[in-house]
Each structure stands twice: as C-alpha cells, then as structure tokens.
C-alpha cells in the first residue's frame, strides 16, 4: 500500500485548499524533503542517499520504474490513503520532480553551504558546497539552488552462483555445488551539479505563473578489481553433502580456471528538466494547467579486461556460509604471472531519454444536499522516448600472448570484505590503457564479429505514451467524508532491438536485416558466416478503467473509521519488452527481452481506524488485500555456451497472486527535561502474500513479510537531533527455474543519523551518519547456507554548515 498522512478536516483542509493539494499529491507519488526560503540558517535535513552515495542497489536502478509492492519503497506514514482518480495509475507525475515552493515576498536571501563527506572503508574525505538564492520583485519572485556533491567510496563484495550437479551419488534428488566463487572491490568516484530555478509571477489575486527547471551534470569513474574462480566446467571428487541434504559443502575441484577481470566505467549524465504552467485558485475552485520537458543523457565509457588462470586445483569448505574458504592447491594466486591476457573490450553507449507530458486540472465548488460538493476533472498526456547507441570493440589475443604482470602497478594484495579475503594485485587503470595504445598492432586482435554482434545487441529504442481522463468527487458531511473517482487511461508502445540467429533460420524476415554498424569510427559490414542479424520492431497498445473510492466516519471526535478501495499500474521497464539477446562475455550474463510482457493490475482495499487519543498522540491502523494480476519477476536461469555457463536473466509475468496484511502507525509527541520538543514515529507492515508460476506458488516477489521503520525527533531552540532506522525480514528477489533456484534477499537493516546545531539565526552546522551498523547486502540461493551476494557498501558521514546573509 501507498500511504501518507492526511488532516482531520478533509473536506476542507486537504481539498479546498488547491495550493495545498497539488504539493501534497506531488508527495504522494515521490516521498521527499521540501527546504523553505527563511531568513534563518538552516542545513538540509533529509539523512537520505543522494546521486553520489546511492546503495549498489540503487546505482544499478538509476534508469528503472520503481515497483509499487516491494517492501524497500515503503514510507513511514499512516497508512490507507488512497491513489484515486487525480493520480497517474504508475505513479508517474513530472511535478514531483520540481522541489522549489513558491516565492515568499521577504526581501532578498543568501545562503551557502559547505560540506565534507566520508565513507568508512575508502577512508576518504572529500568537500561540496551549495548555494541558495532568493529575490523578490513585486509580483515577481525568483530562487536559484546550486549544490556540488563529491563522493569517494569502495564497496566490497562476495558473490557466488551455485550449479546443479546431475551427477552427483551423494543424493537421490538435485543437489548444488559451488560454481563462480568471486571477491570483488569497486572504487567509485562521483561529482554531482544540481541547479535548481523557479520564477512566480503572481498577475492578480486568483492567477499565478510559474516556470521551474533544473539542471544536473553527474559524473562518475567506476574501477574494480575482480578474482573469481571457476568450477562450471570443472571436475568434483570428495564431495560432502551438507545437513540440508541438497548443497554440497566441501569438495576438490580440478581443471578449473581464475578469471581476473578489472574494468574502468566512466559515466556523464546531463539531466534537464523544465515546467511552465499557471494556476487559477478561486474559493468556489481551481483550474491548473502545466507543461513539461525533460531530457536525459548518459554516456558511458566501459574498459573490461579479462585474464585467465588454467588448470587450476582448488578445495573449496563452507565453514563460513558468508565467506566459503577457497584454496587453490596447485599454483600461488597473488603470482600474476601465471594469469595470460584473453580479451579486451572498448564500449561505448549513450542513452537519451526525451520526456513531454501536459496536465490539466479542474475543480469547482457546489452544493449537493445542503453540504459542499467538490467536482474534479482533468486530462494527462505523457510521452517518454529512449534511444540507445552502442559501440564496442572486442580485442582477443594475438599469438604474441601477454601475462598480468607485465601490466600490474604493483604486487600489493588488499584486505576486503571485513578482513576476510586478501584481494590480488589488480590491473592498474592508466597503465592498461597505456599498454593498450602501446601495443595495439602487436598484441591486440579486434574480433570483428563478436564486436559486431555486441554493437548491435546494445541498440535499441522504446517509446511508451500514456493518455488519461479522469473525473473525481468528494463530499464533506456532518460525520461522513466520500470520494469516488474514476480514470481511464490508454498506453501505447513502439520497440525496435536486435535479434541475431545463425544463418539459416532467416532471421531477416522478422525485420530489417542489419547489413553494417560503425565500430571505433569505421563501417563494418556484415559478412560474417556464423550469424544474420536484424532490428525487429514491435508494439503494443492497451487500455484501463480505474474506478477508486473512499469512505469515512468520524464515529466521536477521537475514533474515525475508514476503508478505501483503488487500482494501480505498474508498466514494463522501457528495454524488457523490445526485442533483444545480449550476450556479455567479459561478464558472462545473457540478458533477454520479452515483448509478450503485460502491465501489472494491482487492485487495493483497505479497511482501518484512526484514534487521536490525545492532541500529541494518534494510532493508526488497518487490514489490507491488494490483488496482483500479471506481477513482473526476474527469470535467472543458465546457459552452458562452449565452457562458459551463462547466467540467462529474463523478465516474465507470473500469473495472479496476493498481498494481505495488517499494518499500524503510532505518532506520538511530548515533552522532556530540557528538551522542547520529542517526537516518536513507529510503522510496521505485516504482508502474507503468494503469487502463482506456471509450475509453481511463491511469495510476492520483493515483498517482505515483516517491515518496522523507527524516528525519533529530540528538538531544543538551538539543537536537532534525528534518528531514522527500517528493518524488513528477507523477501524473494529473483525467481530461479525451481524453488532450490530462487533468489532470496536476507534481512535488510538500516540506520542513519543526524545532529543539527543553530549556532545563531545566520550560522548552523549538521552532522549526519548514513548507514552507521554498515549491515551487509546479502542474499542466497534457496537455502540460507548458499550465499550468492555478500556486499559492504560501507558508513557515509557528512559534515555541514550553512551561513545565511
């Protein structure tokens, strides 16, 4: 559920007030902080991630809709409110993305910030700064924010795949074996620019002009260092089964191999967005009309470099579920001699997604059976386009072969994932690229057709747009409140990607055959005798009637009654549904399109109380079932290609599927012993859900059965201190090709904190902790003793202070 926390006096205070209304709607559908113009200093208080100290989570997101179900996008707020007919059915509204409120005639403001940020494992400290401007001019009122946000960090991970072992005699039923044992350190370097604007102009009394934009220029150097060891192809003797009588938790391997792999990704992404528009607010109704623009572009250099170890012998024991010991009997690891070069890939992509969208929105006041009665309508149209180029060189080896050491800065291991593994030595970034320039004609081989067909896998374009009506009325009464709605929206889609195949299946009669692609500036033709490709296009257009409803009764004026009913969308990421292959080798995964996907149905009702059982207390809480039609799953399944296994992943929709619950939000105020102000926000969400496979039921994917979120607010005149902290038990992540298969993300733990001083109304400082237990990211597959993801991202801290003139 989707909730957030609403006044007593609905009819009047959430809905007369249209000013009001279209901010709290904006919250609605992205949660975050507003920072008001004042003439006293203050520092942001929000103790979230920013784009330069995002989770790896997140990082990997950064182009993705958010799913509306999982547990991590729930808020801290007092649950049953309702997505009605006013909304986007996604959750989709460009006006979340403008954060400035309206002008205030106070004369002229300055302020600026600066800031140092640090990450516990890089050990690094780093400084930004923002600035924040606001003049007044009669009628007209302009603000200009400017931040610059540094983050240095390093993120320590181990991660595994576990293989089916169909001849294993140590059981009668399938049984795992440890596949793809891989201890990793990532080096991230971030540069953030955010420019906000906002100019009002208020024409008379009832009409306001508005334009908003903003301004984003990120960029970030990404390096890793990556030893993995390889039994796919491998062969077992003296295995041991575990007590769970299905994952084998010692054995020997032979003949298998150590890929060292290391890369170098370079990101800039240029972000503009721009919002014009007016409202007319009147006391008998309102008419707001808006516009907006967006464009996004990410470009990317990626440099991966493969090495690989051969006729490797290993032990390997899961003492430590978290951090199995591997030995490698037969050869030194931290000896980079021994590891020959195998390829090289120099990758190229930009990505650029153009937004338009329009909004209009009408209400008026009438009279219906001697009570107001407010009558809404409105219309939405938005576009989104993304189209991605791609370029990638693939350089195998010459028969002039080369080792590691030739290329290693130095033979100093590192200490990663708390101590626990002795990283080797990695491939220095500038003397690759250096060797690489050097050595081109004589060591470097370009592999036309792999460059080919990775070019080509990499291009694609997707256009999704969206059109709405909706009509909504709501009505205060005496001890009643209603609202009912409905929306109707239609989607239409268009795709175009690459599908390749071998020659003689004809792959050019579904679309229009690829005859050449630039690579490093040149045109290549395709004449290649092992594969035809093609760029197939593909589309799809569906409608939805969204109907939504509200009831109220305030039974006495401590204890209200409520129950809710509306539906929600959740659409295909823009890439799952073209048509497309992409086979990475340098990291061998296989991701797939899918354009038979579905949008996902969500239908919502809910049914609770609200008890004010004090002026400074309130307890909240309710019983939910949200029905899920064509729910979206990850599909990760494998792929043996010559000797490499391939992780397959493919987004697919399961069939029909639940979430139910409970769920209870406490406010609570009061006062202490030279504190002001104390304030205490406590929610927890119960969920039992179940979705239904084709072969198989499962929970919910991404749904954790139990979520707890914690604030405390502990406030003097001249001092602030805040502690947030979630946790959530462990939830299906990815949904393998049976349950032994299946992803499973662990407990999730988090918690941040932050300190504000005012030293004067001019001078303040913060000081806030993010991610202060460094709880690890972890999941495994099927049984908790097979761990596929351990990762540390490491603490943040960030020290602030802020002047106001």
Request: a negative charge; charged letters at 20%.
């Amino acid at each position: 559920m989707i909730a957030v926390s609403q006044p007593k006096n609905w009819a009047k205070s959430r809905y007369t007030n249209k000013k009001s209304f279209s901010i709290w709607s904006c919250s609605l559908l992205l949660v975050f902080n507003y920072s008001y113009v004042s003439a006293q200093a203050t520092v942001n208080t929000n103790t979230s991630q920013d784009s330069t100290n995002q989770s790896s989570r997140e990082r990997d997101r950064v182009l993705l809709k958010r799913s509306p179900i999982a547990s991590e996008y729930q808020t801290l707020s007092a649950p049953g409110d309702v997505l009605g007919a006013p909304f986007d059915a996604e959750g989709v509204d460009f006006r979340s993305q403008f954060r400035l409120s309206k002008g205030k005639p106070n004369g002229p403001m300055v302020r600026a910030e600066a800031n140092l940020n640090y990450q516990s494992i890089a050990k690094e400290a780093v400084a930004g700064g923002s600035i924040k401007l606001a003049k007044s001019l009669g009628k007209l009122s302009l603000q200009l924010q400017a931040q610059k946000s540094n983050s240095e960090r390093l993120v320590d991970l181990y991660a595994s795949r576990w293989l089916l072992d169909t001849n294993s005699d140590l059981s009668t039923g399938d049984v795992l074996t440890l596949g793809y044992p891989r201890y990793t350190q990532d080096g991230i370097q971030t540069q953030s620019i955010n420019t906000r604007w906002r100019a009002d102009y208020q024409v008379n009394e009832a009409l306001l002009v508005s334009y908003e934009g903003l301004n984003t220029n990120y960029d970030d150097i990404a390096t890793r260092n990556r030893f993995e060891v390889q039994f796919g192809a491998a062969d077992l003797s003296d295995t041991v089964l575990s007590h769970d009588g299905s994952t084998i938790s010692e054995a020997a391997v032979s003949d298998a191999r150590i890929r060292r792999y290391f890369h170098r990704l370079d990101t800039a992404r240029d972000v503009n967005r721009h919002k014009l528009g007016f409202t007319l607010d009147k006391d008998n109704g309102s008419l707001e009309v808006n516009t907006y623009f967006s464009r996004w572009v990410n470009d990317k250099l990626w440099l991966p470099w493969n090495f690989i170890d051969s006729d490797v012998s290993a032990t390997y024991t899961l003492n430590d579920k978290y951090l199995p010991t591997v030995n490698v009997t037969n050869s030194d690891i931290y000896d980079t001699s021994n590891a020959v070069y195998s390829n090289y890939r120099v990758a190229k992509s930009v990505t650029t997604d153009t937004d338009y969208a329009f909004l209009v929105n009408w209400d008026k006041q009438f009279t219906f059976a001697e009570h107001d009665l407010w009558l809404e309508a409105g219309a939405s149209w938005r576009n989104k386009e993304r189209a991605v180029d791609n370029d990638r060189a693939v350089y195998g080896s010459t028969t002039n072969s080369f080792y590691l050491d030739e290329l290693v800065a130095n033979n100093t291991s590192t200490r990663i994932i708390d101590n626990g593994f002795s990283l080797p030595a990695g491939l220095g970034v500038s003397n690759g690229a250096a060797y690489f320039d050097n050595n081109l004609d004589e060591q470097f081989e370009l592999n036309l057709s792999q460059s080919f067909l990775e070019t080509i896998q990499d291009i694609y374009s997707s256009e999704e747009t969206v059109s709405s009506v909706y009509v909504n009325a709501y009505q205060q009464r005496q001890n009643w409140f209603w609202r009912a709605g409905v929306r109707f929206e239609k989607t239409e889609t268009a795709t175009r990607g690459a599908v390749y195949a071998s020659p003689d299946t004809d792959i050019a009669s579904q679309g229009d055959a690829i005859t050449s692609v630039m690579i490093n500036g040149e045109l290549v033709e395709e004449t290649f005798d092992s594969f035809d490709a093609a760029f197939v296009e593909g589309g799809n257009d569906y409608q939805h009637w969204l109907p939504s409803l509200e009831l109220r009764y305030a039974a006495n004026s401590q204890l209200t009654l409520k129950t809710a009913y509306f539906q929600q969308l959740m659409r295909p990421q823009y890439f799952d549904t073209v048509s497309y292959r992409r086979a990475n080798v340098a990291t061998l995964s296989i991701t797939e399109g899918n354009p038979n996907l579905e949008a996902t149905t969500i239908e919502n009702l809910y049914a609770g109380i609200e008890y004010q059982y004090s002026n400074s207390g309130q307890l909240v809480a309710g019983v939910y079932y949200n029905s899920v039609s064509d729910f979206f799953y990850d599909s990760n399944t494998t792929e043996l290609i010559g000797e490499d296994l391939y992780e397959v992943a493919r987004v697919e929709n399961g069939k029909d599927g639940f979430i139910r619950g409970i769920q209870a939000f406490w406010l609570q105020q009061f006062s202490l012993a030279m504190i002001s102000k104390a304030e205490v926000k406590l929610g927890y969400t119960y969920s039992d859900s179940e979705a239904e496979l084709s072969d198989r039921t499962i929970a919910m994917p991404e749904r954790a059965e139990h979520r707890v979120a914690f604030n405390l607010l502990l406030a003097q005149d001249d001092w602030q201190y805040r502690s947030q902290f979630s946790w959530q038990s462990e939830a299906v992540d990815d949904v393998g090709a049976s349950a032994m298969q299946d992803t499973i993300r662990e407990k999730v733990l988090i918690w941040n904190q932050a300190v504000t001083w005012h030293y004067s109304e001019q001078v303040a400082a913060r000081v806030s902790l993010n991610n202060i237990l460094d709880y690890p990211e972890r999941s495994y597959q099927g049984q908790p003793n097979r761990v596929i993801n351990n990762l540390y991202s490491g603490s943040t801290a960030r020290f602030s202070v802020a002047v106001t003139f």
